[in-house]
């Protein structure tokens, strides 16, 4: 189950919120998921250069509220906010409503983003670096970040092989059948001479045991921080045991 469902479906409504947050009745709600795809596609393809991780649609009455979430909020918002006038008037032209309100929220640590670094990878991929480094410099920089673990998994003609092939790169621990797990999880692709290769991210930024805020323009506050600096020096108490994980090729199975 944990390995063919979708991690964020999967935690939907227990750790994780939706991120489209609207009502819609039988008549109008084909045409506003139809609306949500296209707002998505359209501001991807605009601002492919942005990182961004997510959008999150809000409806009320008559207003539409896009927030953008990115690692690079100066490229959206543009020399004394032009870019973002620009991009209101064009979702204004595309959804034909007249009150749009667009919001900028700012990832502080793009290395624990999954979408980020799995279009990181497929950047680096894309400018003919060697796959197997640009997997395994994003892997490092999001151990070092604080994650317990991450899975990425890349599909295609790797390295412009003639048979296409999988390969899966693993450090720390991602279990997806736990759902108290925060799992992150991103599909993306590069376009590379040679065909398409797809990229699978997991990142596991620890366990959520209290109560958590389904919002998904929450960002977490100081407690959060203190407790992944908690977790962080724990693992560097038991460095024995992470360097004997590394050493059997970052599985790290645990014989009881």
Request: glycine share 12%; charged share 35%; with cysteine.
């Amino acid at each position: 189950m944990g390995q063919k469902a979708n991690p964020i479906g999967n935690r939907l409504g227990i750790i994780r919120g939706w991120d489209s947050n609207w009502y819609g009745s039988k008549k109008d709600y084909a045409s506003k998921l139809i609306e949500d795809h296209k707002i998505r596609t359209y501001l991807s393809a605009r601002i492919n250069k942005g990182g961004i991780a997510k959008i999150v649609i809000e409806r009320t009455l008559g207003k539409l509220i896009v927030t953008i979430h990115t690692s690079k909020p100066g490229i959206i918002i543009g020399k004394g906010g032009n870019e973002v006038d620009r991009i209101k008037e064009e979702l204004k032209k595309l959804t034909g409503k007249d009150d749009v309100q667009i919001n900028i929220l700012e990832i502080r640590r793009p290395e624990l983003d999954a979408t980020i670094v799995g279009d990181t990878i497929a950047r680096q991929i894309e400018n003919r670096i060697n796959f197997k480094r640009a997997t395994k410099m994003a892997i490092a920089s999001t151990l070092r970040m604080g994650a317990e673990g991450i899975k990425v998994k890349l599909s295609g003609r790797l390295g412009g092989a003639e048979i296409a092939r999988s390969e899966e790169f693993k450090q720390g621990r991602t279990p997806l059948h736990t759902f108290r797990m925060d799992i992150d999880y991103a599909n993306v692709f590069a376009q590379t001479v040679y065909g398409k290769i797809g990229i699978k991210v997991w990142i596991c930024k620890g366990e959520v045991l209290g109560k958590r805020e389904l919002n998904p323009n929450f960002v977490g506050g100081k407690n959060d921080m203190s407790d992944r600096r908690e977790r962080s020096g724990s693992d560097e108490r038991r460095g024995g045991e992470r360097r004997d994980d590394r050493r059997g090729g970052g599985r790290g199975e645990r014989r009881n």
